[in-house]
Nanobody, 123 residues
Framework: QVQLVESGGGSVQAGGSLRLSCAAS????????MGWFRQAPGKEREFIGA????????SYLDSVKGRFTISRDNAKNTVYLQMNNLKPEDTAVYYC????????????????WGQGTQVTVSS
C-alpha cells in the first residue's frame, strides 16, 4: 500500500530551523499534490501549505509565509518542508499528505497520510 514517511522533526529553540522530509512509496508521486499539515495538542489539524504535482505553485498558511518553504524532488519521491525562524507556536505534530494533482487546503481532501513527526520549539 501507499506509504508516506516523514522525518526530520525534533526540538529546537525559537529562531532555529528544521527541514522535514516526506518520502513516498507505492504511488506515482509526480501525479500527486503534496500537502503539509500540523496538529497541536487540543487543536484542529491545520493546513500549512501545499505544492502542486508539477511543483509549479505553492500555497501557505499566512502565519508561516516567509518562514516556511515547500519543495519537492520528483526523482526522489520526496517533498520537503523547510522551516526557518521557528516560534513556540509552531510546536505540533507535522504530517504530509497526498492527493491527485492539485492541492487543497482541507485535510479531508487528501487520500494518503504519513504517521507524523513531532516538532517542538522552546522559547
Amino acid at each position: 500500500q501507499v506509504q508516506l514517511v516523514e522525518s526530520g522533526g525534533g526540538s529546537v529553540q525559537a529562531g532555529g530551523s528544521l527541514r522535514l522530509s516526506c518520502a513516498a512509496s507505492r504511488l506515482t508521486f509526480s501525479n500527486y499534490a503534496m500537502g503539509w499539515f500540523r496538529q497541536a495538542p487540543g487543536k484542529e489539524r491545520e493546513f500549512i501549505g501545499a505544492i502542486r504535482w508539477t511543483g509549479g505553485r505553492t500555497s501557505y498558511l499566512d502565519s508561516v509565509k516567509g518562514r516556511f518553504t515547500i519543495s519537492r524532488d520528483n526523482a526522489k519521491n520526496t517533498v520537503y518542508l523547510q522551516m526557518n525562524n521557528l516560534k513556540p507556536e509552531d510546536t505540533a505534530v507535522y504530517y504530509c499528505a497526498a492527493r491527485p494533482f492539485e492541492p487543497r487546503t482541507d485535510w479531508s481532501d487528501y487520500n494518503y497520510w504519513g504517521q507524523g513527526t513531532q516538532v517542538t520549539v522552546s522559547s
